[in-house]
């Protein structure tokens, strides 16, 4: 077979569409939303080269139009799991030795179909589905996931060039081979392109996948399955399936095969997992210890210095904390201002948030849409109807919602009393954020109370414009944050540039869109080859 030593395409960033008035990204964009708004989905299951169809629905609907319904996708039972795993491990005889160019071909391909023809609808399903606007669909669902097909590629290709030295007579290599098994991704709502990356970067490797997504991104993820298809992934290599958790993870993780999960969403599932590999490693159940990576949650900081700009720190409070409705794993939920500059911050952000508009994302003028579903809705409302109780705290913008027509929460801030109120320790996941304000002698020992704060340590940023105190802060703060900011707001990682991830309760720190994330999915094997074998088996030192 004819063979070379190739070299993949850079990798660049896709460029984000303004989306601005008048443009025909606009137009185009919106008019598919139309179109799907008024189709109805009907959402199989995808197992190998199978469209199942099991006639146990669920009704999807848009979270900001919950009246309104989608379509439906099928639920799986046990022995469609059991199916799912037994066609991914007959797909990976073939896929685990397919070349490793033409696994790149493919989502190489995959990234251009996102980007050129499937980019109206992968954006108009986030939209409806997840009720994001149209700008941060765009940087989500297109321009991060096509990154990360194209930059996988590339440190695909950097992996399999990193060989051992050999030495006269000795030819050592480094075969990068796929976990003997498979690989079982559980993926979220809030974000597009790491519901398609968690099955798609062990796959890349050469691994087989079960893949499970959020019940409330399952509309989007169909149009991850249709492009994963035309872009020539065989069938049984990514099988997504839907239905009762506690059943799809109890037969994937009791599987002797299971070989490991990629994983975002909450800390507690993920401590559950843990637990689980762990009882049936004692058992003896897997042939290989399991690959265990994950993203979970996060209670993001923003810390200001008082010689920061008020007007910055007001900006990134605004966006960090309010984008896509704080449903982001790097939000900023809770920020600690001196108190010398917090009327001036103050000031900016009620100016910032009386100007936003909230309701569908068909509008662009909405910058905030509607939470994700009324369990969470329902939940929000709770916090932010304690605090209005508590004596700690004030509700000083915002505090109001509507669950009426969706699930709407108005941008609001809580105004804590004390460092260790509960709304500044626990994650909440949704448009609010909570303020202490420190006197400013004090800022060495609110770092020390931030580090300790909460469980987590996935984004943080800082903000002053003395290099010695951004040089203490950076330090006091070292394992707080897998994703630091000097002087910006803490969301908005961009593969290639900022990998993401954290450690404590954020997860395993492997940093999706990266070498390091891509080298949990391989194990490695070593060969030694020598060309002219010794035939004496006696040393130079026995001789006397």
């Known amino acids: 077979m004819a063979t070379g030593f190739y070299k993949v395409p850079k990798a660049v960033n896709e460029p984000v569409l303004a989306y601005g008035k008048g443009s025909k990204e606009r137009e185009s964009l919106l008019a598919m939303y139309k179109k799907m708004y008024n189709e109805k989905a009907d959402i199989p299951l995808y197992i190998g080269s199978e469209q199942i169809k099991t006639g146990d629905t669920v009704s999807m609907h848009p979270p900001h139009d919950h009246q309104h319904e989608l379509g439906v996708f099928h639920k799986a039972d046990k022995k469609h799991i059991e199916k799912a795993i037994d066609t991914a491990l007959e797909a990976r005889k073939k896929w685990a030795k397919m070349p490793w160019e033409s696994r790149a071909a493919i989502f190489l391909k995959a990234a251009d179909l996102l980007v ?10 986030t939209m409806l589905a997840q009720s994001k606007n149209m700008m941060q ?14 930059f996988n590629v590339e440190f695909m290709s950097q992996i399999y060039a990193d060989q051992p030295i050999s030495v006269e007579g000795i030819w050592n290599r480094m075969q990068y081979r796929p976990l003997e098994g498979f690989v079982y991704a559980v993926t979220p709502f809030n974000f597009t392109s790491i519901a398609a990356n968690l099955p798609a970067a062990p796959a890349m490797m050469g691994n087989v996948v079960v893949w499970k997504p959020a019940e409330t991104q399952v509309y989007s993820a169909q149009v991850i399955m249709e492009i994963f298809m035309e872009a020539g992934v065989p069938p049984g290599v990514i099988n997504m399936v839907t239905g009762k958790s506690s059943m799809i993870t109890d037969i994937v993780m009791n599987h002797k095969d299971f070989s490991g999960i990629h994983f975002t969403g909450s800390t507690p599932v993920f401590n559950s997992f843990w637990e689980t590999i762990g009882n049936n490693i004692k058992k003896g159940l897997y042939r290989s210890y399991p690959r265990i990576v994950g993203e979970t949650g996060g209670k993001d900081f923003v810390w200001m210095h008082h010689t920061a700009d008020a007007k910055a720190v007001a900006t990134a409070l605004t966006r960090g904390a309010f984008e896509f409705q704080g449903q982001k794993c790097s939000a900023a939920s809770r920020a600690y201002i001196p108190k010398s500059k917090w009327a001036d911050v103050r000031k900016f952000m009620e100016a910032d948030l009386k100007s936003i508009k909230m309701g569908s994302p068909e509008n662009p003028e909405n910058f905030v849409n509607a939470v994700i579903d009324k369990r969470a809705f329902d939940k929000l409302c709770g916090y932010i109807d304690q605090a209005k109780k508590d004596k700690d705290a004030e509700v000083i913008i ?10 709407f929460i108005e941008p609001t801030v809580i ?9 500044m320790c626990t994650e909440l996941f949704g448009p609010v954020l909570t303020v202490y304000v420190y006197e400013d002698k004090d800022w060495k020992e609110i770092l020390e109370i931030m580090d300790q704060t909460s469980i987590y340590a996935l984004t943080g940023a800082i903000f002053s414009q003395d290099r010695y105190v951004i040089d203490y802060a950076t330090d006091a703060l070292e394992n707080s944050a897998g994703n630091f900011y000097i002087n910006d707001k803490p969301t908005g990682a961009v593969v290639g540039q900022q ?12 940093k999706a869109g990266s070498v390091w994330n891509l080298l949990r999915w391989i194990s490695n094997r070593t060969i030694k080859e020598n060309f002219v074998p010794p035939t004496n088996y006696r040393y130079p030192f026995l001789e006397v």
Do not use: H, Q
Request: aromatic share 12%; proline share 5%; charged share 25%.
């Open 499 to 510: 990998p993401f991830g954290g450690a404590r309760g954020s997860g395993t720190n492997d």
């Open 415 to 423: 105004l804590a009393k004390t460092p260790k109120y509960e709304t």
């Open 137 to 150: 669909t765009e940087i989500d669902a297109v321009c991060e996931l096509a990154d990360f097909f194209r």
């Open 398 to 407: 915002g505090g109001n919602y509507d669950g009426s027509k969706g699930y």
């Open 116 to 125: 050129g023809p499937y980019r109206d609808r992968m954006n108009a399903a």
